[in-house]
């Protein structure tokens, strides 16, 4: 990439970090609402109504009104806040594992129904009833793609509309992951219009306006509602082809949610048509530019439309001090549980593989194919068999735990002399206890730094976990990615990486305590010759 | 050797073979307590592939191996071991424990109380004139010497029938490899072990053969001749023995056992 500033590049780095380009579906940086707890629950009787939302900002910003308006109906109700991309809510909302989230048409018929019929929500509506899934009616706006370039810039070339493009095939385009691979984004408009641009690049959509401003590329892809479009001045391409879909809100629901939560629905009712696109845009500024949580902006929203008092409670930011203890308390949770089942299970496995030395080679490759699944599409795999939350993101957490562990538990017991292993046999131990007195301490040294390592890596790989659900010190960066807000990315990294120092120390002070003196600094197993 | 006393340790026709090449020739062997027997030859002529299946540690493909006339098997092996001592070039001490913790590993294994643990490497230090300090030290902290009394402590910590060396002296220098014979000796006349020992080097194999002892000298998995060690020097029953004891120079000048036998 060649965004420079060295802000930017960290940004970058931290996207690398995550695997980013492996997955559409989650392409866009994701996370939980950052300050506020979460919204609050009535007393529940019953699950809670599981609302999500799509990883950018407006889908967040719409996920609370409208978690904050079933709130305000006196239901129980949970905002999966940035959850991933359409395929994944989609999946989620089928699989019942939420109940709702915000989508626009034109995502649905493309994405969703593969471009087969026609883009009005009635028609919509009654393509997706055999899938158990309603839609509403829309919020108020339509939130189309559209192309944008730098005002200045567009005049120069006097590019006006989409079909001026065709002259100018030199152009940077830098365009959102998910809208190059996407069959209304830009392959669909390079057919339709027959662009032949040559420099194009995929980035997220969040660094694409920085890549505008600072004039590393000159097109990108936009919303009709960013907030950005007014403040960097830009020009937006009219589509004189009109190939770009309507993207109106609307709500996916389950039909049986409708059901069970009847009182919801009609607070929802209400809802509709009463969000415009200049509200949207200004919501979208406050949250994006004013660095205000995206509750904030959201029970504000409602509270002006005049609804019920007492809704806007949840807005109130929680401490930071509570927020940094409660992601600390998650991402330890995450990181000691997974690598504690992770030692469980590759302390035995790299036992027999130094035992079994065919086995063995079979177990390490398997195990190296697991460590070569790129992290974030190893979580998203792991969504459709274990859900959302905690859980999918230990199991990630455990699987890329095991090489390291296996291999060094397997390399310090092979690495043992035979004439060391001979004689303990002949002592008349038995094969356990060879193992336990003589050939375990000898390959603790090596074993312990497996399991260190894997620690480590655990730390760092878990801020990813705030893509699933699973909170930590993921969710700050992931926020501050999205929101562009360096400080909040900082109140996330730093903790990650004083946590993965510390677990270094802790370990060191362990090996200290365990390890006998001559194995530790790197002393060869068996080997007593000192003369 | 005295025949009439029951055999500690049998080989009845025990062979070994690795990929295609023969190890040891089916060997009888036998050794009664008390009994000393060095086993004698160039490297790769079986004599440590002999002593690792007296251990167990490696099961002959044809014939029997029998200790205190029990055939060995995997099933009573370790039981077997504990009554065995075994001792390999620097002692195979364990490195990531003390001198004194390789001593009483086995000991700590089978629950003796703290008390005998301590009164037994006492005297065993005593006996292999090994400094009580030692026994704090790692393995890496002590000369080749030291390390070699720790691994002859280990092997008679359980107090076994029999002894069994494998090139016990290989890599120390000459003048405390010296002293380590004649301590060794002297250990194995105070405790009247049995002692299967295995050398390359004729001076040593006559030096613990001295005394009642015996030779077997090995070649290509087959013992060419067993007797004294004199009996070999004067009536050599193969051509090979008498070029292996011309080629040992130092014979003259060790401990030869001549001035014994006279």
């Known amino acids: 990439m060649k965004l420079s500033s060295r802000h930017l590049g960290f940004i970058v780095v931290v996207k690398l970090m995550a695997g980013e380009p492996a997955e559409t579906a989650t392409a866009r940086a994701a996370d939980v609402a950052p300050e506020p707890p979460p919204v609050p629950a009535q007393p529940a009787t019953g699950p809670a109504f599981q609302i999500a939302s799509k990883a950018f900002t407006e889908s967040v910003i719409l996920g609370e009104v409208v978690a904050l308006t079933v709130s305000a109906a006196g239901i129980a109700v949970e905002?999966?806040?940035?959850?991933?991309?359409?395929?994944?809510?989609?999946?989620?909302?089928?699989?019942?594992?939420?109940?709702?989230?915000?989508?626009?048409?034109?995502?649905?018929?493309?994405?969703?129904?593969?471009?087969?019929?026609?883009?009005?929500?009635?028609?919509?509506?009654?393509?997706?009833?055999?899938?158990?899934?309603?839609?509403?009616?829309?919020?108020?706006?339509?939130?189309?793609?559209?192309?944008?370039?730098?005002?200045?810039?567009?005049?120069?070339?006097?590019?006006?509309?989409?079909?001026?493009?065709?002259?100018?095939?030199?152009?940077?385009?830098?365009?959102?992951?998910?809208?190059?691979?996407?069959?209304?984004?830009?392959?669909?408009?390079?057919?339709?219009?027959?662009?032949?641009?040559?420099?194009?690049?995929?980035?997220?959509?969040?660094?694409?306006?920085?890549?505008?401003?600072?004039?590393?590329?000159?097109?990108?892809?936009?919303?009709?509602?960013?907030?950005?479009?007014?403040?960097?001045?830009?020009?937006?391409?009219?589509?004189?082809?009109?190939?770009?879909?309507?993207?109106?809100?609307i709500l996916l629901y389950r039909l049986d949610a409708e059901q069970r939560w009847p009182a919801a629905f009609a607070a929802l009712r209400n809802l509709e048509g009463k969000i415009d696109i200049a509200a949207m845009r200004a919501m979208n500024a406050r949250a994006k530019l004013d660095h205000l949580p995206e509750r904030q902006v959201a029970a504000d929203f409602v509270a002006q439309r005049g609804a019920r008092a007492g809704l806007n409670a949840g807005a109130r930011p929680g401490s930071r001090t509570g927020a940094v203890l409660e992601r600390t308390r998650e991402h330890l949770t995450l990181v000691s549980l997974s690598l504690l089942a992770a030692i469980l299970v590759?302390?035995?496995?790299?036992?027999?593989?130094?035992?079994?030395?065919?086995?063995?080679?079979?177990?390490?490759?398997?195990?190296?194919?697991?460590?070569?699944i790129p992290s974030l599409a190893l979580l998203v795999f792991m969504i459709p068999l274990l859900g959302i939350g905690a859980l999918p993101a230990m199991t990630a957490l455990f699987l890329y735990s095991l090489l390291p562990i296996v291999r060094n538990t397997h390399a310090g017991l092979v690495g043992i002399a035979p004439a060391v292993r001979d004689s303990a046999a002949a002592l008349g131990l038995s094969r356990w206890a060879i193992l336990w007195r003589v050939e375990l301490p000898l390959a603790l040294g090596t074993i312990l730094a497996g399991i260190k390592s894997a620690a480590v890596i655990n730390v760092g790989t878990a801020t990813l976990g705030a893509l699933v659900g699973a909170g930590g010190f993921g969710q700050p960066i992931f926020t501050g990615i999205r929101l562009d807000d360096f400080p909040l990315i900082l109140q996330g990294a730093v903790p990650a990486s004083l946590l993965a120092l510390a677990v270094q120390g802790a370990f060191d002070l362990v090996e200290r305590v365990l390890v006998p003196a001559p194995l530790r600094s790197g002393r060869r197993y068996g080997a007593t010759r000192a003369d | 050797m005295m025949t009439n006393v029951a055999p500690l340790l049998q080989f009845v026709g025990a062979s070994k073979t690795f990929e295609a090449v023969v190890a040891v020739a089916p060997l009888d062997l036998s050794v009664a307590p008390g009994d000393?027997?060095?086993?004698?030859?160039?490297?790769?002529?079986?004599?440590?592939?002999?002593?690792?299946?007296?251990?167990?540690?490696?099961?002959?493909?044809?014939?029997?191996?029998?200790?205190?006339?029990?055939l060995l098997s995997p099933a009573n092996v370790q039981r077997a071991r504990r009554s065995m001592g075994y001792v390999v070039q620097e002692g195979g001490l364990f490195p990531h424990l003390t001198a004194g913790q390789n001593v009483s590993l086995m000991a700590r294994h089978l629950r003796w109380p703290r008390a005998r643990i301590e009164q037994r490497q006492a005297e065993l230090a005593a006996l292999t004139r090994l400094p009580i300090s030692a026994l704090g030290r790692y393995p890496f902290q002590l000369s080749g010497g030291q390390r070699q009394r720790v691994g002859l402590m280990r092997a008679l910590m359980l107090d076994p029938d029999l002894l069994l060396f494998d090139e016990p002296l290989g890599s120390i220098d000459p003048l405390v490899r010296a002293e380590l014979q004649q301590d060794l000796v002297r250990v194995f006349q105070q405790t009247a072990k049995a002692v299967v020992l295995v050398t390359h080097d004729l001076s040593e194999a006559a030096f613990f053969a001295r005394d009642q002892g015996q030779v077997a000298l090995m070649r290509q998995g087959r013992v060419l001749q067993q007797g004294r060690v004199e009996e070999l020097v004067r009536s050599p029953a193969d051509p090979f023995i008498t070029k292996f004891v011309a080629a040992q120079p130092l014979l003259a000048f060790g401990h030869a056992p001549e001035p014994q036998s006279k």
């Open chain 1, 79 to 249: 905002h999966r806040a940035a959850l991933g991309g359409t395929r994944l809510c989609w999946d989620a909302l089928v699989s019942g594992r939420i109940d709702a989230y915000p989508d626009y048409t034109g995502t649905v018929l493309q994405e969703i129904l593969h471009g087969q019929g026609v883009g009005d929500v009635a028609s919509l509506r009654a393509a997706l009833r055999p899938h158990g899934v309603g839609l509403s009616g829309s919020f108020g706006f339509n939130n189309a793609y559209a192309l944008g370039m730098r005002h200045a810039r567009a005049a120069a070339a006097s590019i006006q509309t989409i079909s001026d493009l065709r002259q100018h095939p030199g152009l940077r385009f830098g365009l959102s992951d998910e809208f190059m691979s996407r069959r209304d984004g830009w392959p669909g408009l390079v057919a339709r219009y027959g662009l032949s641009i040559v420099n194009v690049r995929g980035l997220d959509h969040d660094l694409a306006y920085r890549g505008l401003a600072e004039d590393h590329i000159d097109v990108t892809d936009l919303y009709t509602t960013d907030a950005e479009i007014r403040r960097d001045n830009l020009s937006v391409l009219r589509d004189d082809l009109g190939f770009f879909p309507k993207y109106e809100a």
């Open chain 1, 346 to 372: 590759a302390l035995p496995l790299g036992i027999v593989a130094a035992r079994r030395p065919r086995l063995g080679q079979l177990v390490l490759a398997a195990i190296g194919v697991v460590q070569t």
């Open chain 2, 36 to 70: 000393t027997l060095v086993l004698i030859g160039p490297s790769g002529c079986g004599k440590t592939t002999v002593l690792r299946m007296a251990l167990g540690l490696l099961w002959p493909d044809a014939g029997q191996v029998r200790f205190r006339g029990e």
